[in-house]
């Protein structure tokens, strides 16, 4: 069974950092594109970062480029986001999942793991 796990979440005053983590399994990881997504409350969830199977390309959505960075290591099938200089409009909850990389904007697995909370607060 596919399986994402996220952890890393956390209460971070702004202009702070957080690193956040995926585990994956149940699929052979190294061959999709992974991406994380976020969700505030009463909000869609939208496309946060994606990157590419060997890590060569990542895309960013407009308002967390320059500050958040995603990477990848599939020898563990993690993928990772670092969050850098945090702002009060990033607090959702932070979910990870397959894509394909045309289709990012929407998660592969239907089989989301249970996010991790990020809040951003003073």
């Known amino acids: 069974q596919v399986q994402l796990v996220e952890s890393g979440g956390g209460l971070v005053q702004p202009g702070g950092s957080l690193r956040l983590s995926c585990a994956a399994s149940?699929?052979?990881?190294?061959?999709?594109?992974m991406s994380w997504y976020r969700q505030a409350p009463g909000k869609e969830r939208e496309l946060v970062a994606a990157?590419?199977?060997?890590?060569?390309?990542?895309k960013y959505a407009d308002s967390v480029k320059g500050r958040f960075t995603i990477s990848r290591n599939n020898v563990f099938n993690t993928v990772a986001l670092q969050m850098n200089s945090l702002k009060p409009e990033d607090t959702a909850v932070y979910y990870c999942?397959?894509?394909?990389?045309?289709?990012?904007?929407?998660?592969?697995?239907?089989?989301w793991g249970q996010g991790t909370q990020v809040t951003v607060s003073s």
């Open positions: 999942n397959a894509v394909l990389w045309r289709l990012s904007d929407k998660g592969l697995f239907d089989s």
């Open positions: 149940g699929f052979t990881f190294s061959t999709f594109d």
């Open positions: 990157i590419t199977t060997a890590g060569g390309m990542t």
